[in-house]
């Protein structure tokens, strides 16, 4: 789904949403490539935004769980969601440890300087070609870039898109939004 289809669409408003333009049609793509019987994980669920566009795009029969340490998602919203999207507010990488379902796509956007220690969590749960993504890479934030670097090391994933950090570093200075994703996109191999 392009962003302006997918801004339509959404209820939470976009207040509620901290993605930049080109992140929204990542998420929709991975998102619609989801088979039943696998999940849509979002580690990192703030107010929701991201499982919404999760929601929109994906399959009607493929189900979303999201994790977040806090509960910022609104009342209504999770009412209106809930035969979709289950919210759950807790310590993620304790739910990766104890999570038993297929995982088609694995979104992870919580505590940026702990990122590895969800992959660590959910990874094995993750199918074989199925989708991994970090979000909200900052060229000052080198942890992520090295998490990725570890995730590319463990020869489990291809890089399917790496940000380009001085393009994404020049707009940040400038303060201007990136005009591509921000998002580290890695498909299971093996």
């Not at 703030?46 to 499982?51: E, F």
């Not at 970090?134 to 942890?143: G, I, Q, S, V, Y």
Request: a negative charge; aromatic letters at 14%; one cysteine or more.
């Amino acid at each position: 789904m392009t962003y302006q289809e997918l801004r339509e669409k959404m209820t939470l408003g976009l207040d509620k949403v901290r993605l930049y333009e080109p992140d929204y049609e990542v998420i929709s793509k991975y998102a619609a490539l989801v088979e039943t019987p696998n999940w849509i994980v979002d580690v990192g669920t703030y107010m929701g935004g991201s499982s919404e566009v999760m929601a929109l795009s994906a399959k009607p029969d493929v189900k979303i769980w999201t994790v977040d340490c806090r509960e910022m998602v609104p009342k209504e919203y999770q009412e209106a969601n809930k035969d979709r999207i289950s919210f759950n507010f807790r310590d993620s990488v304790s739910a990766g440890i104890e999570w038993t379902e297929p995982i088609g796509f694995l979104f992870i956007d919580g505590d940026h300087s702990k990122a590895i220690n969800d992959f660590d969590a959910w990874n094995k749960h993750v199918i074989l070609g199925g989708y991994v993504a970090f979000h909200d890479f900052h060229p000052a934030m080198e942890w992520m870039i090295r998490d990725c670097i570890r995730v590319l090391n463990n020869n489990d994933y291809k890089m399917l898109h790496f940000p380009d950090i001085r393009s994404i570093w020049d707009t940040y200075t400038k303060g201007e939004q990136p005009t591509e994703t921000v998002i580290f996109q890695f498909q299971k191999i093996k």
